[in-house]
């Protein structure tokens, strides 16, 4: 369930990670006490007891938690310094802001507009970014500011440069909404936020152009969707979230491709709403996530 920026005024969220000790869930807990804060809900995750990994995420209630947080960044320096953890604390009734890249696809782009108009995605839209223009009336008829900035030919090295001057420090992550061109290592390390990816299909199957098309001509019984971080290393960033919808040898492409868009929307909401909630933790080229 999500929670409107009303009722998440003097919530924080805690992430914890790092190598699993023991002490590290009554450290945490114990700072949250001292500090006059109520836990709201805690989920930790530890994938070996014995050396292993431990992840926590942890959301209490603090009065006046805008004028505590220097004091609470301050004991978590120092607290969990000894366990190695790595930490961060977000202020949860402060939206985060996500900029959306898309191409000429509107149903993820349509989908995310209308989740934020209802008050179901925490977050802001400072813009939609596209190298096409057939979306613009519609992305306007929301209030969002949208930008056209044409993609082509093999060097997009100055339409890259003016998306990152666009980002640059106006957005905490960016979304492809079917934003149908490949990225750069380049603008990925200029852009310093997460970028979230929808893939038409179960990664690693069907990679690249086409896939309905590959997928029908493989026959399959179920096509998919598959939401995950981008990287350097094409769509094999960590995964957040997939889905799946069954399909028959009655369906042509186009009926996978009408039936698939549903499961891209779903996935890429999912996958978008647990990040903004900070409910993903990267581990690698894994992810853990507490939903």
């Known amino acids: 369930m999500t929670l409107h920026t009303d009722a998440l005024r003097d919530h924080a969220c805690l992430i914890v990670h790092g190598p699993d000790k023991p002490g590290v869930v009554a450290a945490?807990?114990?700072?949250?006490?001292?500090?006059?804060?109520?836990?709201?809900?805690?989920?930790?995750?530890?994938?070996?007891p014995e050396g292993g990994a431990f992840f926590q995420r942890v959301v209490f209630h603090r009065?006046?938690?805008?004028?505590?947080?220097?004091?609470?960044?301050?004991?978590?320096?120092?607290?969990?310094?000894?366990?190695e953890m790595q930490w961060q604390l977000t202020d949860q009734s402060v939206p985060k802001r996500m900029a959306i890249l898309a191409s000429t696809s509107d149903h993820c782009l349509l989908e995310l507009?209308?989740?934020?108009?209802?008050?179901?995605?925490?977050?802001?839209?400072?813009?939609v970014i596209?190298?096409?223009?057939?979306?613009?009336?519609?992305?306007?008829?929301?209030?969002?500011?949208?930008?056209?900035?044409?993609?082509?030919?093999?060097?997009?090295?100055?339409?890259?440069?003016?998306?990152?001057?666009?980002?640059?420090?106006?957005?905490?992550f960016v979304?492809?909404?079917?934003?149908?061109?490949?990225?750069?290592?380049?603008?990925?390390?200029?852009?310093?936020?997460?970028?979230?990816?929808?893939?038409?299909?179960?990664?690693?199957?069907?990679?690249?152009?086409?896939?309905?098309?590959?997928a029908k001509e493989r026959g399959v019984k179920l096509i998919g969707a598959t939401s995950h971080y981008v990287t350097k290393d094409l769509d094999e960033g960590p995964i957040i979230e997939q889905d799946v919808a069954r399909v028959d040898h009655s369906m042509s492409a186009a009926d996978l491709q009408s039936r698939g868009a549903y499961v891209e929307r779903a996935v890429l909401s999912r996958a978008v709403q647990w990040h903004a909630e900070d409910r993903v933790i990267r581990h690698g080229n894994?992810?853990?996530?507490?939903?």
């Open 286 to 291: 894994q992810t853990i996530v507490f939903t």
């Open 63 to 83: 009065p006046d938690l805008a004028a505590a947080m220097p004091d609470l960044e301050a004991d978590l320096a120092t607290t969990l310094e000894p366990y």
């Open 28 to 48: 945490v807990t114990s700072l949250i006490t001292r500090n006059k804060a109520n836990i709201v809900t805690l989920d930790q995750y530890s994938d070996n």
């Open 113 to 127: 507009l209308w989740r934020h108009r209802r008050g179901e995605l925490n977050v802001t839209i400072p813009m």
């Open 175 to 214: 979304v492809l909404a079917r934003y149908m061109q490949i990225l750069s290592d380049d603008f990925l390390g200029n852009v310093g936020v997460p970028v979230i990816n929808i893939h038409h299909s179960f990664l690693p199957a069907f990679i690249g152009a086409g896939p309905y098309k590959k």
């Open 130 to 172: 596209s190298n096409h223009t057939n979306t613009a009336e519609d992305v306007r008829s929301f209030g969002i500011p949208f930008f056209h900035i044409p993609s082509q030919g093999p060097d997009k090295s100055a339409a890259e440069a003016e998306i990152v001057k666009l980002l640059a420090g106006n957005v905490d």
